[in-house]
């Protein structure tokens, strides 16, 4: 079973690369993603299951912290239970990917697993702006990756792209850094990019090391594990969902709420994504790197949103959105 671990922070586009290798790998191979959303209510699962894919959503909270037992439990009940051909593993955008690493990477899955892959999808936006504040998180990101993905490049200039390659090739000179538009990738260059890369399967626990032991007291696969705890791991964040059952929304009121996220009115949002239905349609509406987009989906009876920043007023928060709802004449 291959391993797939596909991470980034929060908006780099991880569930819209996720969605490609479905649709390119899909019809010859028995794939499984694994879901693990920051926040009450989960929004990448649902998006995941429309392209056709076999999703498992873990529970709120962060598989290298507070659910790395639920981690391990269900990573055994797809392997004994569903066997899969390829496990996609997407954490939260504020995981810390060196703890996922001493899970799958331990000897309890050492004869099942094949082959393990750690991707990073970084965000062109947003890439050294997030470098500059937390500089020890994107580190320890990068430092993991095999391949970089850098999204988003046809959102910034050429050279800001070229300074941000420049600056994850500093951090990782071993990584293959891949620019790309909307995830899409060249697929014959990322197997290559693959196939140049260490593989990183089967990895032993050093002689002496008790297979479990918290990463932080050892180092597994010869790097040294960089554990930081749970209100380090969420860097500050908050996260605020709703759920409406069988309501209908505004569009234009909606796309000012979104617009209204974009400015310190409600809080500092990072991050904003919402499924809502709108009339005979649904909607997915994201503010992501400071740039808000819409697209339709195929229809629920559901909408939802999920919020991740600072000092959220979620109050006001809630009432803007009721305000959205579309009133029946």
């Not at 990738?185 to 032991?213: C, K, M, R, T």
């Not at 594990?225 to 059952?245: I, N, Q, R, T």
Request: net charge negative; hydrophobic share 40%; aromatic share 6%.
């Amino acid at each position: 079973m291959i391993v797939d671990i596909v991470f980034g922070f929060l908006g780099s586009g991880k569930t819209t690369f996720i969605t490609r290798v479905i649709k390119e790998w899909g019809d010859r191979e028995k794939i499984v993603v694994l879901v693990n959303e920051f926040g009450e209510v989960g929004i990448d699962g649902a998006l995941l299951r429309e392209q056709g894919g076999n999703v498992v959503e873990m529970p709120s909270g962060c598989i290298c912290c507070t659910i790395q037992s639920d981690f391990r439990a269900q990573l055994l009940d797809i392997m004994q239970n569903i066997k899969p051909q390829r496990v996609i593993i997407e954490p939260t955008g504020v995981a810390t990917v060196t703890q996922i690493r001493s899970i799958v990477e331990a000897q309890l899955f050492e004869k099942a697993i094949s082959e393990i892959r750690y991707v990073l999808i970084a965000d062109a936006i947003g890439f050294m702006g997030l470098y500059r504040a937390n500089p020890h998180f994107v580190e320890s990101q990068v430092k993991n990756a095999r391949i970089v993905l850098l999204n988003k490049c046809d959102r910034v200039e050429k050279s800001k792209a070229m300074l941000t390659r420049n600056a994850i090739s500093a951090i990782n000179p071993e990584a293959t850094v891949i620019a790309t538009e909307f995830g899409e990738v060249d697929w014959g260059e990322y197997q290559l990019a693959l196939s140049a890369s260490p593989v990183f399967g089967n990895v032993q626990i050093p002689a002496g090391l008790p297979a479990g032991i918290p990463a932080e007291e050892g180092a597994i696969g010869g790097l040294k594990p960089v554990h930081l705890h749970d209100a380090e791991d969420a860097l500050g964040y908050e996260s605020f969902g709703l759920v409406y059952d069988d309501l209908s929304f505004e569009e234009k009121l909606l796309t000012n709420f979104f617009g209204t996220l974009n400015t310190t009115e409600m809080g500092e949002v990072v991050r904003a994504k919402g499924i809502f239905r709108v009339g005979d349609k649904s909607l997915l509406i994201e503010l992501a790197s400071g740039e808000l987009s819409s697209q339709p989906i195929r229809q629920g009876s559901q909408s939802k949103i999920s919020i991740i920043g600072r000092g959220l007023k979620r109050k006001d928060i809630g009432a803007a959105i009721e305000r959205c709802v579309l009133q029946e004449s």
